[in-house]
């Protein structure tokens, strides 16, 4: 039976994925800009850039999420209330 090879050579091995990479999902929590309440997304992150239209899941009032991704980490992260 072989060795398991060690993380170091995992590391290098998701390198290498990064070109054909799938999904990244990754959870990412902010505070309300109405309720101040901590809200947690799922952020695909293999989407470069996005914004949309969340609902706040204490207050309900909706919050426009704005982020930008970069080899699967978020750069730019932005929590808007929106005017009703
Ligand atoms: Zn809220």
């Not at 799938?22 to 470069?48: G, M, Q, R, T």
């Given at each position: 039976?072989?060795e398991?090879?060690?993380?170091?050579t995992l590391e290098?091995?998701?390198?290498?994925a990064?070109?054909?990479?799938v999904?990244?999902?990754?959870?990412?929590?902010?505070?309300c800009?109405h309720c101040?309440?901590?809200n947690?997304i799922i952020l695909?992150l293999?989407v470069?850039?996005?914004?949309?239209?969340e609902?706040?899941?204490?207050?309900?009032?909706?919050i426009?999420i704005?982020y930008?991704a970069?080899d699967?980490?978020?750069?730019e992260f932005?929590?808007?209330?929106?005017?009703?």
């Amino acid at each position: 039976m072989e060795e398991v090879e060690t993380m170091e050579t995992l590391e290098e091995f998701s390198e290498d994925a990064l070109d054909h990479r799938v999904d990244i999902a990754e959870e990412y929590e902010f505070d309300c800009p109405h309720c101040w309440e901590k809200n947690s997304i799922i952020l695909d992150l293999s989407v470069e850039a996005q914004s949309y239209i969340e609902d706040c899941t204490i207050c309900c009032n909706p919050i426009e999420i704005s982020y930008r991704a970069e080899d699967g980490l978020v750069i730019e992260f932005d929590a808007k209330s929106i005017e009703q």
